[in-house]
């Protein structure tokens, strides 16, 4: 009899997760506990940008037109419960106000709802990104509250997903990883998962601390090499280097690769700060601390960029922003999502706001979010119309539509033809021959 698969939690992991389980072919039922987001979803619309997820979804969502109706959306525990033989929690685990730890408590109170429901051999399939341990201690719990008893196992299965990616890296995942304690769980997991795992994707089984450790440490990897970038970055600027031309040149060394070393305002989002700082708490708590002071400085380091970007710009207009009136490209922590979670583009604007400017935004997809976090800046319709009187332009996300904007154009409305690229994306002689002053972080001025 095929699986049945349920999801916890339909946040971006888990609506993307529930969508890419009923393409593989699978009946889902998706669990929410906000009406609003069962409500959205059930009529096929996704709460946030995500390229090619709504088709997705909408794909396979019982009750629309033409879909397969492997997709429905429930807030009964009892339903899920009952319905599910693989359950993959995928809740939220932001950073504790004022801490740097990790706040279980999505998690924790995902698996007191579902495990009284568990009446019946079912294996359920954390996702979430979590502190090593915390798994061994809710295999534990999952034991004693459900109704099966031993027979309602636990397994790790960390995501991966890149914000742009999440449809692509969960039915084409370049590795699949699954922490077990037993053949069972990993038999289950093989059966889920054996579509990507015939066209080729890695299997790779661990025990449960392995797996948890897996997100954080690529996590912790990719802020590094992003900050390392940066720090070289500082060093050109204090040298008259170009750290793209450096960039490119390390990056031809196959033992460091290419990616993730475009120097620039640094990263952002939902995972990567939080990961970072929530590892090094529970490395403290481990007593294995002092493996992890490196990355305090991979923190500082990006922090540093955002304000960095600030005295550039600061600079650039003649030592003050009073009087001054800013375009910010860009509110998004990365291209192509809506996603503004500590976003360095609006954190730049609004540290200008606050010293004064007069500051425009404008961002393909994250303007309602952006407003909702920031109400006190000003946006724009278009690129054209958040440059207009503009006595500088800053390039802080790259989207694909600024790197593809006219500098000519974009010329005849602004004050000062004078823009900052925050992310080393814009070609400097495009923009030099249309006028403009170019600058960039650790490049030359000319």
Request: aromatic share 8%.
């Amino acid at each position: 009899m095929a699986l049945k698969i349920t999801v916890i939690g339909t946040g971006y992991l888990g609506a993307t997760h529930a969508a890419a389980m009923a393409e593989l072919g699978f009946d889902v039922l998706g669990l929410d506990v906000v009406p609003e987001k069962i409500e959205m979803l059930s009529a096929g619309k996704v709460p946030m940008y995500e390229p090619g997820l709504e088709a997705l979804l909408r794909k396979h969502v019982a009750g629309i037109e033409g879909s397969s109706g492997r997709l429905r959306f429930t807030m009964s525990w009892e339903e899920v419960g009952d319905f599910g033989d693989v359950h993959f929690v995928c809740v939220n685990t932001p950073q504790k106000q004022g801490e740097y730890a990790c706040d279980m408590s999505y998690v924790d109170a995902a698996f007191e709802s579902l495990a009284p429901q568990l009446r019946r051999a079912a294996l359920v399939v954390g996702k979430s990104t979590v502190p090593v341990g915390s798994a061994a201690r809710l295999a534990t719990r999952l034991a004693e509250l459900a109704p099966a008893g031993a027979a309602a196992e636990l397994a790790w299965n960390p995501e991966f997903l890149r914000e742009g990616f999440a449809v692509q890296d969960t039915l084409h995942p370049d590795r699949i990883v699954v922490g077990t304690e037993s053949e069972r769980a990993e038999k289950l997991l093989r059966e889920v998962y054996a579509t990507p795992v015939g066209e080729g994707s890695p299997f790779v089984v661990t025990d449960f601390p392995t797996a948890e450790l897996v997100k954080t440490s690529a996590n912790s990897f990719l802020a590094t090499k992003i900050s390392f970038i940066n720090a070289m970055a500082e060093v050109c600027e204090a040298a008259d280097g170009d750290v793209v031309k450096l960039a490119e040149a390390i990056g031809y060394d196959e033992r460091i690769g290419s990616k993730f070393l475009r120097a620039g305002i640094g990263f952002g989002g939902g995972c990567l700060p939080k990961d970072i700082r929530a590892f090094m708490a529970r490395a403290g708590e481990l007593g294995a601390d002092q493996a992890l002071t490196f990355l305090r400085e991979v923190d500082s380091i990006n922090m540093r960029r955002r304000g960095h970007m600030v005295e550039l710009a600061r600079d650039a207009v003649g030592g003050g922003f009073l009087g001054k009136r800013v375009a910010v490209l860009g509110a998004t922590f990365k291209p192509d999502s809506d996603d503004v979670r500590d976003s360095p583009a609006l954190n730049v604007a609004g540290q200008i706001h606050l010293q004064g400017g007069q500051v425009m935004v404008y961002d393909p997809k994250g303007m309602d979010n952006a407003r909702r976090l920031f109400p006190t800046l000003g946006y724009a319709d278009t690129a054209l119309d958040a440059a207009r009187g503009a006595d500088v332009v800053l390039h802080l996300t790259e989207w694909r539509e600024f790197r593809e904007l006219d500098p000519a154009e974009l010329g005849e409305v602004v004050a000062e033809r004078l823009v900052l690229d925050g992310r080393n994306a814009l070609d400097p002689l495009r923009w030099r021959e249309a006028g403009w002053t170019y600058r960039a972080m650790g490049r030359p001025r000319a």
